[in-house]
């Protein structure tokens, strides 16, 4: 009798969780036609979320369609929109046809963030965002249409919304994207605005200097300790009555899990996250596994937990995929751990800041963390080669994201 393994989600947990299912289910010598892996998303595709606030993001995804052939895991295409936890089966809606149901024995949900968007005046009709693939490719076009727009200086002023990594990474390229638009010479702004009295909030002490010495340097502005209460097409008002004149608003402020997450019965955090066990089980809601930006979980026994980001994610996907064949195939699981925590922060021109430990110790700046970011970003993130024995050793839990 064949069990059936269901991954929702393409990205990186989705990908890990599947490339380790795999790899699980070879070493035991189970052929897919007893244990069928199937992953579920609207398109074969990695989109490489980390670098969406680079320019040309249309060309900033990788395809999973060979890499899940070579390990004879099946591509479903569709998007889930509803998962039964009790009759265990998901209800999937296809690119074409009606929708249909597919059972499952054991379900990973990867199924990722969005960007959260509070209910500010104007903010989902005005601002953009590098959250998701098409808002790349939405702002992209804006800013290459700029040159086509009369000269100003709401034009040639951006402003941020967040001061968080996504905030800092994008407002520190613009300067090099809105000139290679409106010309060299133009008299560039670039603000952001961020609600906590300091820059980087999340990134502590240490790195922060370096910080706002790249973005003294860049020429950016920071406006601290003050939200945004208003967009509309012709700038933004802070929520102490300031006004900031801006034809382009980037909202960079907050994650949450994707919505899918509510319709599992289960404990979450503020941030939508199923509260997960250390094997990525959820608790009380049986043959489910939760991972990525779906999930919160312990990553040691320190009170630290998973962030939302790659570097957790990819491991986090190929421990809830190792363990949830391991369920099935009766084998022992292996509890989800990370010792390792880095940061590497873009700051565009000014180069990047590497740190490691939850301490954030610097370890490298400028040049030198820039050419390791642009290592990360362009070969440690994508998808391994479609080649069966090299894609499945990729995925061995205790390697990924052994940093």
């Not at 909030?201 to 406006?223: C, Q, S, V």
């Not at 491991?315 to 390792?340: C, D, I, S, W």
């Not at 362009?378 to 090299?390: D, K, L, M, N, S």
């Amino acid at each position: 009798m064949q069990q059936r393994l269901i991954i929702i989600g393409a990205g990186f947990a989705g990908m890990y969780a599947a490339l380790s299912a795999a790899r699980l289910r070879e070493a035991h010598g189970v052929p897919p036609d007893k244990l069928q892996i199937a992953l579920v998303s609207p398109e074969p595709t990695l989109v490489v979320r980390p670098r969406l606030y680079e320019p040309k993001p249309e060309t900033l995804t990788a395809p999973l369609g060979p890499v899940l052939k070579a390990i004879d895991v099946d591509y479903v295409q569709g998007r889930v929109d509803a998962i039964e936890t009790v009759s265990r089966f998901v209800e999937i809606i296809p690119a074409d046809g009606p929708p249909y149901s597919m059972t499952y024995d054991r379900l990973v949900v990867a199924t990722g963030s969005r960007l959260f968007r509070p209910n500010i005046p104007g903010l989902a009709e005005h601002a953009f965002s590098v959250d998701q693939l098409e808002d790349a490719i939405t702002l992209d076009h804006h800013l290459q249409g700029l040159a086509q727009r009369p000269k100003s200086d709401a034009r040639n002023t951006v402003v941020v919304a967040g001061g968080g990594f996504t905030g800092i990474e994008a407002a520190t390229e613009m300067p090099t994207r809105l000139r290679a638009v409106v010309g060299k010479d133009a008299k560039l702004r670039v603000v952001i605005v961020e609600r906590n009295d300091a820059i980087a909030p999340d990134m502590g002490p240490g790195p922060r200097p370096i910080i706002e010495t790249a973005l003294r340097d860049l020429g950016i502005e920071t406006r601290l300790g003050v939200g945004v209460a208003a967009v509309d097409a012709g700038g933004v008002t802070l929520a102490n009555g300031d006004r900031i004149d801006s034809e382009t608003v980037i909202w960079a402020a907050g994650m949450r899990a994707a919505p899918l997450t509510a319709q599992i019965p289960a404990e979450r955090d503020n941030f939508g996250r199923l509260i997960v066990d250390r094997d990525l089980r959820i608790p009380g809601v049986p043959g489910i596994f939760a991972t990525g930006d779906a999930a919160k979980a312990a990553i040691d026994d320190f009170g630290n937990f998973a962030l939302m980001s790659c570097q957790h994610a990819t491991r986090m996907g190929a421990f809830a995929g190792n363990n949830a064949a391991a369920e099935l195939l009766g084998v022992a699981t292996t509890p989800y751990h990370q010792k390792a925590y880095v940061t590497c922060l873009d700051l565009g021109a000014a180069g990047a800041v590497f740190t490691r430990g939850w301490d954030r110790k610097v370890e490298l700046v400028g040049a030198e963390a820039k050419k390791l970011k642009h290592e990360i970003n362009t070969v440690w993130i994508y998808p391994p080669r479609a080649e069966r024995a090299a894609a499945l050793t990729s995925a061995q839990p205790e390697r990924v994201t052994d940093l």
